[in-house]
């Protein structure tokens, strides 16, 4: 008996159809939250059975060309996940599910960060506050070169 085929995607450890099927049941928006070798990606995509709808995306390199501030840290993630449900509520979307992907998920860590980003720039996300990291953390004071999260984030407002 000849065994299936494994698709593409699964066998190179990229996609968890379980997961994406269970999150695309849904029939949510979905906060897809990425990060790579450099910076980030946070999108809000609708399911359409031709393909993904992508309605709004946030990267390091939007950040960078918006406010002219760069990095790939806590406050940076955060950011992002602010102007991307500002972006989103100006759309008129009101809620979405978290997608994280294959990526590990670290309590208090970057990815929690932009879910937090998320949720205080607007959007409806049900998570736990036990995840997030401490204010502290969020306005950079382990940091060097630490922005002044107040500040942007009325930029992002206007």
Known sequence: MKTPPVLKRRREGVTDYRKRYRLVISRETRAVIRQTRKGLIIQLVDYVPEGDHVLVTVTNKTLKKAL?????????????????????????????????GR????????????????????????????????????????????????EIKSKIGE
């Open 68 to 100: 002219n501030i760069d990095g790939n840290n806590i406050q940076m993630y955060y950011l992002a996940g602010y102007m991307a449900a500002k972006k989103g509520i100006s759309l008129g979307i009101s809620g979405a599910v978290v997608d994280t």
């Open 103 to 150: 990526a590990i998920f670290r309590k208090g860590g970057r990815i929690a960060a932009a879910i937090k980003g998320l949720i205080d720039g607007g959007l409806e996300i049900n998570a736990d506050e036990d995840i997030f990291p401490d204010e502290s953390r969020l306005n950079g004071e382990h940091l060097k070169q630490r922005l002044d999260i107040n």
